[in-house]
């Protein structure tokens, strides 16, 4: 089995992406639920960019990943110095890492337009600092920036620049689609073409602005590259990076080739959920392997096939990533699909028994005056235990009241006052929001946290709200709501023509669910 090295580079690459700003403390999380993920290489930013990614490194020095190498990123150094006179080169060299990347243009026009050299003093320049990080004992990997564009105007000068960068004792040169424009027979080609000069030390970079990120890492692989960068969920500048969760299951469930321990493979789920929760990034349903809806199926053939045999409709199986399968409830649902949903929480339950017959017409009922659990089945599954008696609340909301106040023309607050009951308990409490469902899930979380601590790890993650008619304000609105607590992910759903008391009953079922589950299954 080949072995790939996986080098991710979401500390770096990925917080230049549109919304994204790491902490010390969150790129400590991520670095260390990549390191025992098991990836090769973890580039964790720029020294000299920014006092945080400095005070990441020293930090790091003393707190190190315990099987990932780190590596600190900079640039060549500058024209008309040295490179130990440089103080981009001194600082990485200060990082303290084993692993140095640096990026150099490796595109003649880029030489000469956008950096202003002329193509011989870029060459020393590549060779100059590669030079000086190996005789400092350091291993190099030299990111050929812009390559694949280069090459394909002038391929002896992108030639030349891995040969000087090699030449000078680089440990990988990285063959980088910094404008990801190129397509998987390209890059297959010309890495395939580099692979021959320069065995053995091959590695890709692709963005993804084509779309064909993925795929072009998979074409260079094939073609001999024998890493690949990507950030862990894809998020990155523009359009992205190449999507490392998807790289990893595509190389090692499919074409056989190892990347990491195949005993983490079955955390590739929770890794991509966790990092996109410190991240502040919502993780796309339709992701492959670790998206919400990876594994989804509907009603109708897709869920008779499936549950005959998996592979009908299941590429591979949920379990070997860490996902779960999902059958998706609505009215065009029948008895079996509902029953194959409901065994997952209630195996000892019958397709013909009368309790079944009754939650078909109660789900028929609910969905009829706008419930939809296709999407929600947290409520879904809640709704199924009330209904059999099995569920004993946790709470009980008394009351609650909304006050709005507005300042200005453009600042407005609320303010929420909950009152709910835990057995014989009381707790009354108030919060602000910067709306009203805010405020409300901020102090009915309040209130709930005095009797369960749990749930002081709970955020929302979306809210989505739909009208259902069309009687203008007295309208029926749907409320859609999706919960994190950073490992799992859950939605719940109210219905009303209150939106307020449909986000209630929203946010009452997220929290009476994770309470559920803590209680079911404490290690979740």
């Given at each position: 089995?080949?072995k790939i090295d996986i080098f991710d580079s979401t500390l770096r690459d990925g917080a230049q992406g549109e919304g994204v700003s790491f902490s010390v403390?969150?790129?400590?999380?991520?670095?260390?639920?990549?390191?025992?993920?098991?990836?090769?290489?973890?580039?964790?930013?720029?020294?000299?960019?920014?006092?945080?990614?400095?005070?990441?490194?020293?930090?790091?020095?003393?707190?190190?990943?315990?099987?990932?190498?780190?590596?600190?990123?900079?640039?060549?150094?500058?024209?008309?110095?040295?490179a130990e006179d440089d103080q981009n080169c001194a600082a990485l060299l200060s990082a303290g890492t084993e692993f140095v990347s640096v990026f150099g243009?490796?595109?003649?026009?880029?030489?000469?337009?956008?950096?202003?050299?002329?193509?011989?003093?870029?060459?020393?320049?590549?060779?100059?600092?590669?030079?000086?990080?190996?005789?400092?004992?350091?291993?190099?990997?030299?990111?050929?920036?812009?390559?694949?564009?280069?090459?394909?105007?002038?391929?002896?000068?992108?030639?030349?620049?891995?040969?000087?960068?090699?030449?000078?004792?680089?440990?990988?040169?990285?063959?980088?689609?910094?404008?990801?424009?190129?397509?998987?027979?390209?890059?297959?080609?010309?890495?395939?073409?580099?692979?021959?000069?320069?065995?053995?030390?091959?590695?890709?970079?692709?963005?993804?602005?084509?779309?064909?990120?993925?795929?072009?890492?998979?074409?260079?692989?094939?073609?001999?590259?024998?890493?690949?960068?990507?950030?862990?969920?894809?998020?990155?500048?523009?359009?992205?990076?190449?999507?490392?969760?998807?790289?990893?299951?595509?190389?090692?469930?499919?074409?056989?080739?190892?990347?990491?321990?195949?005993?983490?493979?079955?955390?590739?789920?929770?890794?991509?959920?966790?990092?996109?929760?410190?991240?502040?990034?919502?993780?796309?349903?339709?992701?492959?392997?670790?998206?919400?809806?990876?594994?989804?199926?509907?009603?109708?053939?897709?869920?008779?096939?499936?549950?005959?045999?998996?592979?009908?409709?299941?590429?591979?199986?949920?379990?070997?990533?860490?996902?779960?399968?999902?059958?998706?409830?609505?009215?065009?649902?029948?008895?079996?699909?509902?029953?194959?949903?409901?065994?997952?929480?209630?195996?000892?339950?019958?397709?013909?028994?009368?309790?079944?017959?009754?939650?078909?017409?109660?789900?028929?009922?609910?969905?009829?005056?706008?419930?939809?659990?296709?999407?929600?089945?947290?409520?879904?599954?809640?709704?199924?235990?009330?209904?059999?008696?099995?569920?004993?609340?946790?709470?009980?909301?008394?009351?609650?009241?909304?006050?709005?106040?507005?300042?200005?023309?453009?600042?407005?607050?609320?303010?929420?006052?909950?009152?709910?009951?835990?057995?014989?308990?009381?707790?009354?409490?108030?919060?602000?929001?910067?709306?009203?469902?805010?405020?409300?899930?901020?102090?009915?979380?309040?209130?709930?946290?005095?009797?369960?601590?749990?749930?002081?790890?709970?955020?929302?993650?979306?809210?989505?709200?739909?009208?259902?008619?069309s009687k203008a304000t007295a309208a029926l609105v749907r409320v859609l709501i999706e919960s994190t607590d950073g490992k799992n992910v859950w939605t719940?759903?109210?219905?009303?023509?209150?939106?307020?008391?449909?986000?209630?009953?929203?946010?009452?079922?997220?929290?009476?669910?994770?309470?559920?589950?803590?209680?079911?299954?404490?290690?979740?």
């Amino acid at each position: 089995m080949n072995k790939i090295d996986i080098f991710d580079s979401t500390l770096r690459d990925g917080a230049q992406g549109e919304g994204v700003s790491f902490s010390v403390e969150d790129k400590f999380h991520i670095m260390n639920t990549l390191d025992a993920l098991g990836v090769a290489y973890i580039e964790a930013g720029n020294p000299f960019s920014n006092p945080k990614d400095a005070a990441f490194f020293q930090r790091a020095a003393k707190e190190p990943p315990k099987n990932a190498k780190l590596v600190a990123f900079g640039s060549t150094r500058r024209r008309g110095i040295r490179a130990e006179d440089d103080q981009n080169c001194a600082a990485l060299l200060s990082a303290g890492t084993e692993f140095v990347s640096v990026f150099g243009k490796s595109s003649d026009w880029q030489a000469r337009e956008v950096l202003g050299v002329d193509l011989a003093e870029n060459l020393e320049m590549i060779r100059d600092t590669v030079s000086y990080f190996t005789s400092h004992g350091k291993h190099l990997f030299y990111d050929a920036e812009h390559f694949f564009d280069g090459y394909k105007s002038n391929p002896q000068y992108s030639i030349e620049t891995l040969r000087a960068a090699a030449q000078a004792g680089a440990f990988r040169l990285v063959l980088c689609d910094t404008n990801g424009g190129c397509f998987p027979h390209e890059i297959e080609t010309i890495t395939a073409e580099m692979e021959k000069l320069f065995p053995g030390k091959i590695s890709i970079h692709s963005h993804n602005d084509t779309g064909c990120a993925v795929a072009n890492s998979v074409a260079a692989v094939r073609a001999g590259a024998v890493e690949v960068q990507g950030t862990y969920v894809g998020f990155g500048e523009r359009c992205g990076n190449t999507n490392l969760s998807t790289v990893i299951a595509d190389l090692q469930l499919k074409l056989g080739y190892h990347c990491i321990p195949d005993s983490s493979m079955e955390n590739l789920t929770s890794a991509a959920r966790l990092i996109s929760e410190i991240s502040n990034v919502r993780l796309p349903r339709s992701m492959p392997y670790v998206g919400k809806s990876a594994f989804a199926h509907k009603g109708g053939m897709h869920v008779d096939g499936v549950n005959k045999n998996s592979a009908a409709f299941e590429h591979v199986s949920p379990a070997s990533v860490g996902n779960r399968r999902h059958i998706l409830l609505s009215e065009v649902s029948g008895r079996t699909a509902m029953m194959r949903k409901v065994e997952q929480f209630v195996p000892d339950l019958t397709k013909n028994s009368p309790e079944a017959a009754r939650l078909m017409e109660r789900l028929k009922e609910q969905e009829f005056a706008g419930y939809q659990y296709e999407a929600a089945t947290a409520s879904f599954e809640l709704l199924v235990l009330r209904e059999l008696g099995r569920f004993t609340p946790f709470f009980q909301p008394v009351f609650f009241r909304i006050l709005g106040e507005q300042e200005g023309a453009s600042h407005h607050t609320s303010t929420a006052i909950v009152k709910l009951q835990v057995g014989e308990a009381y707790e009354i409490t108030a919060e602000e929001g910067s709306g009203p469902v805010h405020a409300l899930d901020r102090a009915l979380r309040k209130a709930l946290e005095v009797f369960y601590p749990n749930l002081a790890g709970v955020r929302l993650a979306d809210y989505k709200v739909r009208v259902m008619d069309s009687k203008a304000t007295a309208a029926l609105v749907r409320v859609l709501i999706e919960s994190t607590d950073g490992k799992n992910v859950w939605t719940t759903v109210g219905v009303s023509q209150d939106i307020i008391n449909a986000s209630l009953q929203a946010l009452v079922d997220s929290m009476e669910y994770k309470l559920y589950i803590d209680q079911e299954h404490p290690q979740k």
